[in-house]
């Protein structure tokens, strides 16, 4: 009889080679359109020629300025000046209204909104109220609106505001003028401004919107 042999061992197999996937990218969002850029207006404020005449005293007489009410002394005087080579100086003063004035009537419009300024410089004392002011005469009455402030140096200083001349009643008559001061104060006062403001409206650009994204999902 022939040997039977046992097998010793399992017979090798080839090995199964599982299949492999690319991932397919699948976007979940898309592009947003980049906008256009929008112009916003935006309002500017923007000044006018000066109604006053000889604003800063650099003529050879003082007019069209004269004391206020032909109260005290209005002086051009060459030893102080904010600008230019001269200013007024007011002395003399027996009360808180004397100071310098200057017709201005048919030079401003009713309704209208205007900035009025002027630089101030005390002589004998260190500090001082002070107020530039419009004299308005209408049918209805007088009104003085205008700007003012504490001076509490003996340096030049600015006085400034906005007014605006109301529509009520008729004018007739229309003034600048300085006042403020104690009796027996004397100052300087230069470069007086009546100016009308005027807004302007000036293109603005949005910015540019960038467009929206977002991370590719991976899908097996």
């Given at each position: 009889?022939?040997?039977?042999?046992?097998?010793?061992?399992n017979p090798s197999k080839s090995p199964i080679e599982s299949p492999t996937y690319s991932?397919?990218?699948?976007?979940?969002?898309?592009?947003?359109?980049?906008?256009?850029?929008?112009?916003?207006?935006?309002e500017?404020?923007?000044t006018t020629a000066n109604r006053v005449v000889n604003p800063g005293f650099e003529d050879a007489a003082l007019s069209p300025w004269f004391p206020n009410f032909a109260s005290g002394t209005t002086t051009l005087d060459e030893s102080q000046s904010h600008s230019g080579?001269?200013?007024?100086l007011i002395t003399g003063r027996t009360s808180e209204w004397n100071g310098v004035t200057q017709n201005v009537f048919r030079k401003l419009d009713v309704g209208v909104q205007y900035q009025l300024s002027c630089w101030v410089k005390l002589k004998n004392v260190s500090s001082s109220f002070f107020k530039l002011a419009l004299r308005v005469t209408k049918d209805t009455g007088n009104t003085y609106p205008g700007a003012s402030k504490d001076v509490m140096t003996d340096e030049w200083t600015k006085i400034e505001g906005t007014v605006t001349l109301d529509t009520d009643g008729t004018l007739t008559n229309l003034a600048v003028f300085v006042e403020g001061p104690a009796a027996g104060v004397e100052y300087w006062v230069d470069d007086v401004e009546i100016v009308e403001v005027i807004t302007t409206e000036s293109p603005t650009t949005n910015p540019i919107v960038s467009p929206s994204t977002q991370s590719p999902t991976t899908t097996p």
């Open positions: 009889n022939s040997p039977t042999v046992s097998p010793t061992g991932p397919t990218v699948s976007p979940t969002g898309s592009l947003s359109p980049t906008p256009s850029p929008t112009n916003s207006p935006m500017t404020p923007t080579s001269q200013s007024v």
